[in-house]
């Protein structure tokens, strides 16, 4: 007899506390499995940028984001917008500036810019309109679980 075989997240850090299993047996159909693992990268999403605000000052970085992509041009021509803006002075300057922080070593401090440097082409990607990862995509589980998230980051 084979056992089930599962995937499993447990976190308790605070006043987050999130279970997410899920039981996987022969039958188990694969867009479960697929909805459940996008379910996840909503969760994990959502609490990188939250970890990552407590770590530098990500309005900052947020109202760089804005400036520079403020005027995005229209068609195929604001994705490579985006991405260049993303990429620019305007954005590079704010993640500089939030990421030197006393205290860290340099390893710290650029894998902080890294993080930066990741959630600004997100943010700019999807202001040009792109869906650039799984939970965009509008399945039942994940709206319910992006709902759930709207939910506790208030």
Known sequence: MMENEGIQFVAKMGNWVAVRKLTIEQKT?????????AGLS???????????????????????????????GKGEKRISEAIAQ???ATVNKA????????????????????????????KALKKAGLKIDFTTIE???IKATMKK???LGK
């Open 95 to 122: 993640i500089n500036e939030i990421c030197e922080k006393p205290g860290l070593q340099k390893k710290e401090i650029d894998g902080l810019k890294e993080f930066c440097k990741v959630l600004a082409l997100r």
């Open 149 to 151: 998230a709207k939910k």
């Open 86 to 88: 993303a990429n620019g």
């Open 42 to 72: 909503v969760s994990f999403d959502h609490k990188i940028e939250e970890f990552l605000a407590k770590a530098v000052d990500t309005a900052k970085l947020n109202a760089a984001i804005e400036e520079a992509t403020a005027n995005l």
């Open 139 to 141: 399945t039942p589980a």
């Open 29 to 37: 159909d694969p867009i479960t499995v697929m909805e459940f693992l």
